[in-house]
Every structure is written in C-alpha cells, then in structure tokens.
C-alpha cells in the first residue's frame, strides 16, 4: 500500500541540472528520514544525501557544493536538486524512506523506491 514514487531522472549534459522527486504514496502516520542512493555499473550502492524530518540535510563528499536536498512534508515529497552534473554522477538514483504504518499495530518501515537512471555524457 505505501509505496515510493520518483521522478525526475534522464539523460544530460555534463554542467547540466537535474531535479528528482519522491513522493510517498498510501496512507502513513508520519515519514522520518528520507534519503537517496546511488549505484554505477560495476560498483557499490552509496548514501548520496539525507534529510531528517525537520530539514537537516548531509551529503556524500563528492556532491557537497552541488547537490541539494530537501522535503516538502506537506507533500510527503523528497527532492534532490543536482547542479553541475559530472559523468562519474550517473548512476541509477533509489529513494529511501523510513515510514511509520499501522500494519497490525504501529510500525517503522523501511522502504525503497524502484530507482530512476540518470545519465551524463561528455
């Protein structure tokens, strides 16, 4: 029933902007942490950035100054604005969530997004 919906992903030039979406859908009691993955062909899924209920965002070395994340809590929405894309950002994109539900009592869930791809080229 719950569910992560992203958006957002593509194909761009290097120096261009991208701006992903999650949205939470179905029916939560609240959303606390939010985050987005990323994982390149032939290496490791990796924390690109997170944001805790009330804003506080960290990020991954290699994307400070160019990536920006934040929430809409009204719109049970996480963004990612990427700035400046450099090929060694494409990846597929995952978003994370930890929800609370009541799923035969009350519970956090961890749950996942499909994943979006984006794609840089030189």
């Known amino acids: 029933q719950v569910q992560l919906v992203e958006s957002g992903g593509g194909l761009v030039q290097a120096g261009s902007s991208l701006r992903l979406s999650c949205e939470v859908s179905g029916t939560v009691f609240l959303i606390r942490n939010m985050a987005w993955y990323r994982q390149a062909p032939g290496k490791q899924r990796e924390l690109v950035a997170s944001?805790?209920?009330?804003?506080?965002?960290t990020y991954v070395d290699s994307v400070k100054g160019r990536f920006t994340v934040s929430r809409d809590n009204a719109k049970n929405t996480m963004y990612l604005q990427m700035n400046t894309l450099k090929p060694e950002d494409a990846a597929v994109y995952y978003c994370n969530a930890e929800v609370a539900v009541n799923d035969g009592g009350f519970r956090i869930r961890d749950i996942w997004g499909q994943g979006t791809q984006v794609t840089v080229s030189s």
């Open positions: 944001i805790g209920g009330s804003g506080s965002p």
